[in-house]
T-cell receptor, first 116, second 116 residues
Framework: AQKVTQAQTEISVVEKEDVTLDCVYETRDTTYYLFWYKQPPSGELVFLIRRNSFDEQNEISGRYSWNFQKSTSSFNFTITASQVVDSAVYFCALSEYGGSQGNLIFGKGTKLSVKP | SAVISQKPSRDICQRGTSLTIQCQVDSQVTMMFWYRQQPGQSLTLIATANQGSEATYESGFVIDKFPISRPNLTFSTLTVSNMSPEDSSIYLC?????????????FGPGTRLLVL
């Protein structure tokens, strides 16, 4: 069965610190997709990144970077020089069909608090 | 990505009543989904809203409790019927992207429901 584990329930950092959010997944499929979403206090879910299982290249987007390692079934998310606006709940999700058939399996989320 | 709106954004309802939530997209989309996020929890897929036919429900969710309509490619409704306090949640609709983003789900702003 597919499963996503975000072991860190809550993380608190001071502004400008770097922070890494962990995501470990389980699947028997050879083709699958991984996602990160951000949910600020307002409640909407904001898409951050999608990665397929054949692409292990790490990705950097501004202060955000993602480290995908199939050997450890992990897809970790790092925020460099964190800012107060980064405060949110971050969800990692897994799907074997991309998102097109609705079966996104979400982790329980990590609540990040960035203090000034 | 498509612009997704939901109405109402929040509501407080009495036990035993029903509430219909609307999801409107600014462009035609292939797939639309409804999720529930109970307080402090992750997201769970309720159903896939199929255009012109009955919705496809996930295990644990039934049509009598959560009737769904999707009359066209830009609009869907979810009704929460005969509500109880356990139905207090955020309800989110999502749609798949287009073209290269068709495997990614984008979420609406959510409807915060409190049942007294």
């Amino acid at each position: 069965a597919q499963k996503v584990t975000q072991a860190q329930t809550e993380i608190s950092v001071v502004e400008k610190e770097d922070v890494t959010l962990d995501c470990v997944y389980e699947t028997r499929d050879t083709t699958y997709y991984l996602f990160w979403y951000k949910q600020p206090p307002s409640g909407e879910l904001v898409f951050l990144i999608r990665r397929n299982s054949f692409d292990e290249q790490n990705e950097i987007s501004g202060r955000y970077s993602w480290n995908f390692q199939k050997s450890t079934s992990s897809f970790n998310f790092t925020i460099t020089a964190s800012q107060v606006v980064d405060s949110a709940v971050y969800f990692c999700a897994l799907s074997e069909y991309g998102g097109s058939q609705g079966n996104l399996i979400f982790g329980k989320g990590t609540k990040l608090s960035v203090k000034p | 990505s498509a612009v997704i709106s939901q109405k109402p954004s929040r509501d407080i309802c009495q036990r035993g009543t029903s509430l219909t939530i609307q999801c409107q997209v600014d462009s035609q989309v292939t797939m639309m989904f409804w999720y529930r996020q109970q307080p402090g929890q992750s997201l769970t897929l309720i159903a896939t809203a199929n255009q012109g036919s009955e919705a496809t429900y996930e295990s644990g969710f039934v049509i009598d409790k959560f009737p769904i309509s999707r009359p066209n490619l830009t609009f869907s409704t979810l009704t929460v019927s005969n509500m109880s306090p356990e139905d207090s949640s955020i309800y989110l609709c999502s749609v798949t992207g287009r073209g290269q983003r068709r495997e990614t789900q984008y979420f609406g702003p959510g409807t915060r429901l409190l049942v007294l």
